[in-house]
């Protein structure tokens, strides 16, 4: 998509294209942009897999590397990926633990989108010999995504066992 094009369609996104680009070294959600979604009358998910998602330990300083999962069934809105890029750099030096992270993540999105489903997982790797990997997830209350959630949420990692679950 050319520039010009890019902002006649999408004037609320100004990070895409964008050679000055400044990567904020502290938690920032509003870096965050969305555009329409041209498909707003059907259901289908959008993935994200941050494989270099980094984060400070609250109580060392230590850093925490993992990787993000985060899917979506959009509604009105999406989350344009280079704002997503960011503002998941923005974590960098943030510290919390990784229970909050995916927490304020999906939080942030949801504040951001109003999608009709969502679910952040983190993949942490081990430090001291233990992994942690949390998962949240929401669907729009009163609604089957709501349901979903639940469903989804009961029936996460149900194999937690596997060695091969990364």
Request: contains cysteine.
């Amino acid at each position: 998509m050319s520039e010009g094009r890019l902002k006649e369609e999408m004037p609320e996104v100004t990070l895409l294209g964008n050679q000055g680009t400044k990567y904020n070294f502290g938690y920032d959600p509003k870096v965050l942009e969305a555009f329409d979604n041209k498909h707003p009358g059907r259901d289908y998910f959008v993935k994200f897999n941050c494989p270099e998602f980094t984060s400070l330990c609250p109580v060392t300083g230590q850093p925490d590397f993992g990787v993000m999962y985060i899917s979506y069934i959009p509604d009105i809105k999406m989350v344009e990926s280079k704002s997503l890029k960011l503002y998941l750099f923005s974590f960098r030096n943030h510290g919390d633990f990784h229970e909050d992270c995916v927490n304020i993540i999906m939080n942030d999105l949801i504040s951001l989108m109003n999608p009709r489903y969502i679910e952040v997982w983190g993949k942490f790797t081990p430090r001291g010999g233990i992994s942690i990997d949390p998962y949240c997830n929401w669907g729009r209350p009163g609604t089957k995504y709501e349901a979903m959630a639940e469903h989804r949420l009961m029936n996460h990692d149900l194999y937690p066992e596997k060695v091969d679950n990364r």
